[in-house]
């Protein structure tokens, strides 16, 4: 009887060591070898969409057409879980990470402190890329560190309110429209539930989502969330709380389902389902909604609705980077440069996925699918509040999510929580600034 | 082998075809020596350092001492995820180990079909944790979900199970126990079938029932097995991830009440770049591991049986 547990135990450790040793070899040849592949300047491009794939690729092949010697490899980790960023952290630890590479504006601030980002600002002045002429302000500041540069903007992603037209028709109500206020989006969503929705149909959604709902509605608000030196959080100040407080009024009035539901089941999934009336999406869910047959003929989208007489939305971007540590800087810098000229970006903007940075370049996005209102993205993105980050972000969404959830299910008021998660937040400020 | 330990204690000087055995057999277990070195004992080192130090996430570090354990004590997120750690692996291990035994005994029986059945119960552990969380966070849906529907055919109303602080930690315990009783049940299954039929043979002419030999004969046989059941399990359950990381969203109103240690390091080391922070947690993970397995080692002469 004790033999048998023994081989047990030995042939299950066994199993274990082998696995572990093959994940280990595995992927060995990174770019370690990397510096010529066949003659050819090999530069590694690291990203992490799928859908955006192809649009990558062509511009590595259109890249590679005008420049002989040069071979762009792409590089693909999922965001998921994190893991693009554990292993590009890993691997730049270790020296090999890719020589271009996407990052996002969550990561910026700490990568470059971290030494890993190529600082451009010289490469840029040489070249004739002219950064503050052809971008948004929002979109540069979001990489520029101390009158540095670290990245290229890539793209940008605003907000918009979807709806579902075949809703609408059923209630005998009037679509939204891009002029809308925030008391006319309530109003329809009253006018929506009055008709009489079919069973586990809702007008809306309010997810307890940063981005894409309430930092808009704060910041026209004139709230804030972060102070220009990141030492204290705005959750106490009035504005910044009435801001959030119109989307818990929301689901009160039963016109968005409960914060459980909407765990349960993602706001994305149920709108997907055909089950919600309206719902703010980032731009970059155009793709996915699109693709889903049950719902992308019944579609369109607006402005995001004004709030007292602003033009709320929030922007965010990806930057192009170069790895400091790159074997091939120049090729890279000359890559990077290339892939913020006119031409990449409408490359980029043709494929559909996401707007191009560039200003000339934003036409593109809305042009690809001509029967929706894609406009409704980029009429306003001139106005649109930078995403307020810091080094500690992360941390500070976790907390943010962690204390609104008891003001959104009802279980504590606004106030209380505000002032619990302000103390908590002001914390982490204050340790990430030590 | 047998030949080397009976000439050990003869001293005599090492022949070279014996030292050639032995370069020979230190090649053959050297790939796993060094996959041992590699892959654990170095970053065991390594991350026992870094809970010295302040860690950013490119591995740049400063030495500080004690501060990140002194942080850690007063952290209260430490007491709850230990809290809920505690609870999820007193529940889960006795459960399961009851359950694995039933089991294993039900397939020990000589039925039609043992081997269907073996196979049956044994595919949760080779199956991905991450598609099983995934499926059953489908299943424990309010809106979509079958446990709903089911119990809305009985007329009892459902709800958000992964949402409700009160039940979320129980719904991933049963995803937590359903998928190790498969991989217990086969081990206790082997123990079961180490026991010689003899004793049975005799307790059955003097007159004792299935249940009588099942509690005199087959448990006190089965303790060793029993045993090493148990402390992988308890192992196992104190570094309980990937379900409750799958499962439980971070806008989830049971947030609080599921996250456990190994959820808290790996926030910090992956999501908040704290690696030194992060490096403590484990620490404490490992320490608290570490000295219940000897309290069992020690405990373990009262109640199981070698003979």
Redesign the interface.
């Known amino acids: 009887m004790k033999k048998n547990l023994k081989y047990l135990v030995t042939l299950g450790l066994v199993a274990i060591m082998g696995a572990t040793l093959l994940t280990g070899c595995g992927k060995k040849q990174d770019n370690k070898d990397g510096n010529t592949a066949g003659g050819k300047t090999k530069i590694t491009f690291g990203i992490w969409d799928e859908n955006q794939r192809p649009t990558m690729e062509n511009l590595a092949t259109a890249y590679e057409a005008k420049n002989n010697n040069v071979d762009v490899e792409i590089q693909l980790t999922p965001y998921k879980g994190g893991e693009y960023w554990t292993k590009l952290e890993a691997s730049a630890t270790g020296g090999t990470a890719p020589d271009v590479f996407w990052l996002n504006t969550l990561h910026a601030e700490s990568y470059k402190d971290g030494g890993i980002l190529l600082d451009l600002t010289d490469y840029i002045t040489k070249s004739d890329l002219n950064l503050e002429e052809n971008y948004p302000a929002a979109l540069i500041s979001m990489y520029k560190f101390d009158d540095k540069i670290y990245a290229i903007p890539k793209d940008f992603d605003t907000n918009a309110l979807w709806y579902n037209k075949e809703i609408f028709d059923k209630a005998g109500v009037d679509y939204p429209t891009d002029d809308w206020t925030w008391d006319d989006f309530v109003a329809t969503a009253q006018k929506l539930k009055d008709a009489g929705l079919d069973a586990g149909v809702y007008p809306l959604a309010a997810p307890l989502d940063f981005q894409t709902d309430y930092y808009p509605t704060v910041y026209a608000n004139g709230g804030w969330i972060l102070n220009a030196d990141k030492t204290e959080t705005g959750y106490e100040d009035p504005k910044t709380q009435e801001g959030i407080q119109v989307w818990i009024d929301l689901i009160k009035a039963g016109l968005s389902p409960d914060l459980a539901t909407m765990t349960d089941t993602s706001a994305d999934a149920m709108f997907e389902a055909g089950k919600l009336g309206m719902l703010l999406a980032g731009s970059y869910m155009t793709p996915q909604y699109m693709s889903n047959d049950g719902i992308n003929k019944i579609i369109n989208l607006v402005e995001f609705p004004e709030f007292n007489g602003v033009e709320p939305n929030i922007i965010n971007g990806l930057g192009y980077a170069v790895y400091s540590g790159s074997k091939n800087k120049d090729a890279a810098v000359d890559f990077v440069l290339w892939l913020g000229s006119a031409e990449a970006m409408k490359i980029q903007g043709e494929g559909g996925a996401v707007i191009s940075a560039r200003n000339d370049a934003w036409q593109y996005f809305a042009a690809t699918n001509p029967d929706l209102n894609l406009a409704a993205y980029t009429n306003h993105s001139d106005v649109a509040y930078p995403l307020p980050v810091c080094k500690s972000s992360a941390e500070l969404y976790d907390l943010e999510a962690n204390y609104l959830k008891w003001a959104y299910s009802g279980e504590k008021t606004l106030g209380e929580a505000s002032k619990e998660l302000k103390v908590e937040a002001d914390a982490v400020l204050s340790k990430m600034n030590k | 082998m047998s030949d080397m330990a009976k000439t050990k204690p003869m001293r005599r000087k090492t022949t070279k075809r014996e030292k050639k055995e032995w370069v020979a057999a230190y090649i053959f277990i050297a790939?796993?020596v060094i996959?041992?070195f590699?892959?654990y004992i170095y970053p065991f080192i390594q991350n026992f350092w870094f809970s010295f130090n302040d860690v950013?996430?490119?591995?740049?570090s400063t030495f500080t001492g004690l501060e990140n354990y002194k942080a850690l004590i007063k952290d209260k997120e430490l007491y709850r995820t230990l809290g809920n750690t505690i609870k999820y692996v007193i529940i889960t291990v006795p459960v399961g180990i009851c359950l694995s035994i039933l089991i294993a005994t039900l397939l020990n029986a000589k039925i039609r079909g043992t081997s269907i059945y073996r196979t049956i119960y044994f595919l949760p552990s080779v199956t991905m944790s991450v598609a099983i969380a995934l499926v059953w966070k489908w299943m424990?849906?309010?809106?979509?979900?079958i446990l709903n529907n089911i119990l809305g055919a009985f007329g009892i109303e459902g709800q958000?199970w992964?949402?409700?602080p009160k039940t979320a930690l129980y719904m991933v315990m049963i995803v937590g126990i359903w998928m190790s009783v498969g991989y217990n049940m086969i081990?206790l299954l082997?123990?079961m079938?180490?026991?010689s039929k003899s004793y049975y043979e005799a307790a059955a002419i003097d007159g004792a029932g299935p249940v009588k030999r099942f509690f005199k004969i087959t448990i006190p046989?089965l303790t060793?097995?029993i045993f090493?059941v148990m402390i992988t399990s308890i192992i196992g359950g104190f570094q309980v991830f990937d379900t409750i990381?799958m499962m439980i969203?971070?806008?989830?109103?049971a947030?609080?009440s599921t996250q456990t240690l190994v959820m808290m390091f790996y926030?910090y080391a992956?999501?908040?770049?704290q690696k030194g922070y992060a490096a403590a947690i484990s620490i404490v993970i490992f320490a608290i591991i570490m000295l219940i397995t000897i309290f069992q080692f020690v405990m373990q002469k009262k109640w199981v049986n070698?003979d």
């Open positions: 790939p796993l996959g041992i590699v892959f950013n996430r490119f591995n740049i424990y849906n309010g809106e979509f979900g958000n992964l949402s409700n081990i082997a123990g079938q180490g026991i046989m060793p097995t090493f990381y969203g971070k806008t989830s109103l947030y609080e926030r992956f999501d908040y770049g070698y």
